[in-house]
Nanobody, 124 residues
Framework: QVQLVESGGGLVQTGGSLRLSCAASGRTFRDDVMAWFRQAPGKEREFVAGISRRGVPYYADSVKGRFTISRDNAKNTVYLQMNNLKPEDTAVYYC??????????????????WGQGTQVTVSS
């Protein structure tokens, strides 16, 4: 499996911004679909954004217009730019990869490898 390490989380005020990074090692993920999920305490893991092998982004309705996912295959890194953050964005954010994608999936069970997560907290 690819090893993923997320970074960039932290504490911000409502309306602030954060940029999350997901650095991969072990092998290239250039042929994989990559995605960001988040999980708040007591809730199921939720799809946030995904990006196809060709770089086409997909977003959950709750973050459209505020978040931007991107990938740099040469650096084996995926990013999530988060703007206009809201308290409901508070969660642990996880990066994930799908080795055998037919499409960008929204179900966590589709993904083959995961990072350990980074905490994002948005104060009201």
């Amino acid at each position: 499996q690819v090893q993923l390490v997320e970074s960039g989380g932290g504490l911000v005020q409502t309306g602030g911004s954060l940029r999350l990074s997901c650095a991969a090692s072990g092998r290239t993920f250039r042929d994989d679909v990559m995605a960001w999920f988040r999980q708040a305490p007591g809730k199921e893991r939720e799809f946030v954004a995904g990006i196809s092998r060709r770089g086409v982004p997909y977003y959950a309705d709750s973050v459209k217009g505020r978040f931007t996912i991107s990938r740099d295959n040469a650096k084996n890194t995926v990013y999530l730019q988060m703007n206009n953050l809201k308290p409901e964005d508070t969660a642990v954010y996880y990066c994930a990869g799908d080795h055998t994608p037919l499409r960008v999936g929204v179900m966590a069970s589709k993904y083959d490898y995961w990072g350990q997560g980074t905490q994002v907290t948005v104060s009201s």
